[in-house]
């Protein structure tokens, strides 16, 4: 695998922070075949997250992005090889892990402020602390206007902004992201990328997002991962050595244009072989 690590991930190795939060070794996963032989669909597969990283991964459609982020949070069964987190073994889904999804799934029912505050119960929340917690993230978000506001009242990017808030209800320490903006439109998109990296500074969190979009890769990752077609491995961790805060002129700098080249490559020679 080609590493490219540059100051970010190298002080991310030092200190508290080298314990990772999400450390996978030799993971794969097999499924069932049609004609009963098993498909390979992923690995073996070798990571390390450290926290206040944000990490993005890219690669070609059916690579295992998707199974890749949901056995990092554990809603699958790996076929074999390791996975911890915060340094201990897990099967199964964790509070201190929020998942926001490309579908937003806000029920049309209910509030926007209901909505946030849906997993209030489940995460036995005293109704004043979520309550307190979910009109924080709504202001964060720009939405206080919008509580009371049923989901079909909102724009697509308002949508993705509540489940943002409704994922962080749970003042979760690991933010997955599975193409979050993927049905937006490209302005909206670009917004949306811009915003979710103030939000990512200001709360501190650790955030480990697939998408296609290359551009959006480098805007927001500390690095980015590069996966192989299926059976997805991860064939390069390219650090993003760009200044942040990051704008809608980071794209202009050669570095960021380098990068976007290099990845490009990458995915494009492996596609060819």
Partial sequence: MAS???????????????????????????????????????????LRILPGEFVALVGPSGCGKSTLLRLIAGLEAASG???????????????????????????????????????????HLPRRVADER??????????????????????????????????????PRFLLLDEPFGALDALTREELSLELSRLWGELGRTAFMITHDIDEAILLGDRVLVMSPRPGRIVADIAVDLPRPRSVDTAAHPRFQAIKQQIRRLIFERRST
């Fill in 4 to 46: 490219t690590h540059g100051q970010a991930a190298g002080a991310a190795a030092s200190g508290p922070r080298s314990v990772p939060v999400i450390a996978l070794e030799g993971l794969t996963k097999t499924f069932p075949g049609a004609d009963g032989r098993p498909v390979h669909a992923l690995g073996p597969v070798d």
């Fill in 134 to 171: 979910a009109r924080k993230l709504l202001a964060l978000t720009g939405l206080s206007d919008f509580a009371g506001h049923k989901p079909q009242m909102l724009s697509g990017g308002m949508k993705q902004r509540a489940a943002f808030c409704r994922a962080m209800l749970a003042d």
């Fill in 81 to 123: 090889g390791t996975r911890q987190r915060y340094g201990t073994p897990f099967e199964a889904p964790s509070h201190e892990v929020g998942i926001i999804f490309q579908d937003h799934v806000l029920f049309p029912w209910a509030t926007v402020l209901e909505n946030v505050l849906l997993p209030a119960d489940i995460l």
